[in-house]
């Protein structure tokens, strides 16, 4: 499942990726954009290095006067090693959150009028201050938006890498599926799933799990709870791969459905449907929502959309798990190549709460589902 | 990504450690003169949040205020949807959401005369959080405090000490199967995906690495409650023979990790045995507290001569780079004792350290 470097793409795609920052630096009045990852958010910086990250904190840096330079800094040194050793920076540094002074001579040196920083919101205050401290006639703005904007839209070379990451998606459900029996804890499956994933290569994983009946309100990490002839497992599994991140949402019954169970599936497979149906270049998140919502709405259970027992019904993927949110009220255009998940999971009377959902990418005239896994209410072993 | 069990069990941590950890803390805010503590969290690193109430920020980030008088309350992003699990997991009896942190904290410490509210660790805080903070908190005192917790946090109680043996002889057991000849980096990543995560660890932080002579080392952090440890072990010499070496010069940097010894110490006594690391190779002797992985040390401040006291936790580790920029690491996990260490997730041969080890 490893991606093969090709020399030619990965050139061109590093070009396209660099031409689409600049421009919108120059849109936005940019003379240098900074891209800042902690540790949990480090989609930017992993855009203009394709190299996976380790380090608790890591900057890329792009300015105006350099066309085709981009300058990384880690904290970690294996990271700096990887990322040089991947080609799509110029330079590497190591990073002291305590004294930064290479990342700062850098800044200084580039003296830029207006500076956008990625994840600004995060920077701690440490590495802020340095900044100000450095740039005392430089304008600091959030470029966070700038950067979610630009990784919107995949390119054939990103979807390529999501096809790969689908077949772990597929696999980890698999081995999900595999595991349920009654007396497994809720952690013995998320065990099982992570040693199936990481074995065909996935770099990380974002899991929520529930079990039980039709008292489960919601996901959370896993607990302790022995499974039960009955119950009903739902989970959203988003491994990574290759630096990109794609979800599937399932639910598995061990043994056999009930007839609720059965009744809460073909409702939430409708839903789905209708988001998927609703799909084409330009359609909004909002009106991806809203198709779902209506399937419930339509059977008088409209209140399980609100935000009393759901989040969203889905969300963008790509480098980060969690980008544009598909909920009514955002009204950002999905474009061709964007990649999101429907899902429309909450609570329901029927059967608790139900978790069910595809990722997708937005064709020239519809949707493209990404996973191969059959939208169906699994039912699983019962020894 | 937090993905492993997170689980609250009284009869692990009594409710009467839980409750004296935030007296102790409250101690330190009355006599500073502060009213509020607030402490930074976010799904990297809340270690602080979770010593005071077993919570654990599985996804997004919070900000616990603890009050000089009073019961630490929880303020999130996250859903209230989610409140229950989280009460369930933790000692937390009250939580609150919102958009924003600035009017979170306002909220919560109200209209008033004002008074001093502290940030633990406010140089580490997202600036533009506590940029926001100090504009809305017009009539307090906001003013940086120290990393009280994190200090608390260094030395592990007797229940802590109990989980952290626990989780070490796992992990060894882990480390030492995911080191055993014949698998693939993948099947070690795997195998300790699925033994740690099975045996009820929170985290797992598995990678391996190779050198361009052939050796390769496998690295393990995990986290268990809100505990964390780290090993790494060389699964494969491949011919080379500079791995005896590097295995004495940590054997010696473990016996050098006597109470009150210093980073520099432990550096001066693994350095003599890595001379014989190939030509223009370069090592770095590590000394991380365990309070400090959930960052693998990267935002502390470590002194090279700072002593490290005995009741401490530490990793004790070497990272070789080669000049072909290729990597090996060998770590343990050790205990500081009046006696000298004793490391938790291992047993290196006294032999190779010239002493004894524990």
């Known amino acids: ?383 | 990504m937090k993905r492993g069990l997170v689980l609250f069990d009284p009869a692990e941590i009594p409710a009467g450690e839980w409750s004296d950890r935030v007296a102790a803390v409250q101690r330190e805010l009355a006599a500073s003169g502060t009213d509020v503590a607030l402490i930074y969290g976010d799904v990297s690193r809340s270690d602080d949040i979770a010593y005071l109430t077993n919570l654990c920020i599985y996804w997004n980030e919070g900000i616990l205020a603890v009050p000089a008088q009073g019961e630490p309350v929880f303020l999130t992003k996250l859903s209230p949807r989610v409140f229950g699990w989280m009460r369930l997991v933790s000692t937390l009896t009250e939580i609150r959401s919102g958009r924003n942190f600035a009017e979170l904290v306002a909220k919560f410490l109200g209209p008033g005369d004002g008074g001093t509210v502290g940030l633990i660790e406010a140089d580490l805080w997202p600036g533009a959080v506590t940029a926001e903070i100090r504009q809305a908190l017009s009539g307090w005192a906001v003013r940086p405090l120290t990393g009280l917790v994190r200090e608390r946090r260094q030395a592990p109680s007797a229940a802590e000490l109990t989980l952290l043996r626990r989780a070490a002889t796992a992990l060894a057991e882990t480390a030492d199967g995911a080191a055993a000849p014949g698998l693939t980096d993948r099947e070690r990543i795997a195998l300790a995906e699925r033994e740690l995560r099975g045996g009820g660890f929170l985290d797992v932080f598995a990678d391996t690495a190779r050198t361009g002579d052939g050796v390769t080392s496998v690295q393990i952090t995990g986290q268990y409650r809100y505990l964390w440890l780290h090993a790494s072990r060389i699964a494969d010499a491949g011919g080379a023979s500079w791995p005896g070496a590097l295995r004495r010069a940590l054997a010696a940097a473990v016996a050098a990790a006597a109470d009150g010894a210093t980073a520099g110490d432990l550096d001066r006594a693994a350095r003599p045995a890595l001379g014989e690391l190939p030509a223009g190779a370069a090592a770095d002797i590590r000394l991380v507290h365990h309070a400090d992985l959930a960052t693998n040390g990267e935002y502390a401040d470590y002194p090279a001569d700072r002593p490290v006291p005995a009741g401490s936790v530490i990793v004790v580790g070497i990272d070789v780079r080669l000049a072909d920029r290729t990597h090996a690491s060998l770590a343990e996990t050790v205990l500081v004792t009046d006696d000298g260490p004793v490391v938790l997730t291992g047993q290196p041969d006294p032999a190779e350290a010239g002493g004894p080890v524990r």
């Not at chain 1, 096809?163 to 595999?178: C, K, M, S």
């Not at chain 1, 739902?234 to 059965?262: F, H, K």
């Not at chain 1, 991806?288 to 027992?309: I, K, P």
């Open chain 1, 1 to 383: 499942m490893t991606t093969n470097h090709d020399g030619g793409a990965d050139a061109a795609e590093r070009a396209l990726r660099l031409g689409r920052v600049r421009s919108a630096m120059a849109a936005g009045g940019l003379d240098a954009l900074l891209a800042f990852a902690p540790a949990w958010r480090r989609e930017n910086v992993r855009y203009f290095t394709d190299a996976p990250l380790a380090g608790t904190a890591s900057f890329a840096l792009l300015t105006a006067a350099d066309a085709d330079g981009v300058s990384a800094f880690s904290t970690r040194r294996a990271d700096l090693d990887s990322i040089a050793g991947r080609g799509w920076v110029t330079d590497t540094q190591p990073l002291s959150v305590r004294a930064p002074s290479a990342l700062i001579e850098r800044l200084a040196s580039a003296a830029p009028a207006r500076l956008g920083v990625a994840h600004y919101e995060l920077l701690p205050e440490i590495l802020l201050s340095e900044l100000t401290r450095a740039l005392p006639r430089t304008e600091i703005v959030s470029a966070t938006g700038l950067m979610d904007d630009v990784r919107l839209v995949k390119s054939d070379w990103e979807i390529a890498r999501m096809r790969q990451a689908a077949g772990v998606v597929d696999a980890g459900w698999n081995a999900f599926v595999d595991a349920l029996r009654p007396g497994l804890p809720e952690h013995g499956i998320v065990a099982a799933v992570e040693a199936a994933i990481k074995g065909l290569g996935a770099e990380d994983n974002f899991m929520l799990i529930a079990s039980g009946g039709d008292e489960v309100r919601g996901m959370t990490a896993p607990t302790p709870r022995l499974l039960a002839q009955g119950d009903m497992v739902r989970t959203e599994l988003t491994p990574q791969l290759n630096g990109y991140w794609l979800q599937i949402c399932r639910s598995a019954v061990v043994g056999r459905a009930s007839d609720a169970q059965r009744r809460s599936f073909d409702l939430f497979n409708e839903a789905v449907e209708a988001g998927i149906a609703a799909v084409h270049p330009g359609v909004t998140a909002h009106e991806v929502a809203r198709a779902q919502n209506d399937v419930f709405r339509a059977r008088g259970l409209g209140e399980y959309c609100t935000s009393q027992y759901t989040r969203v019904r889905g969300h963008g993927h790509g480098l980060h798990i969690d980008e544009t949110p598909i909920i009514e009220g955002n009204e950002t255009e999905l474009p061709e190549n964007a990649v999101f998940i429907i899902h429309p999971n909450t609570y329901t009377p029927i059967a608790g709460y139900h978790v069910l959902g595809d990722p997708v990418r937005v064709t020239r005239d519809g949707a493209e589902i990404l996973i191969t896994t059959e939208r169906k209410l699994f039912e699983g072993a019962t020894r």
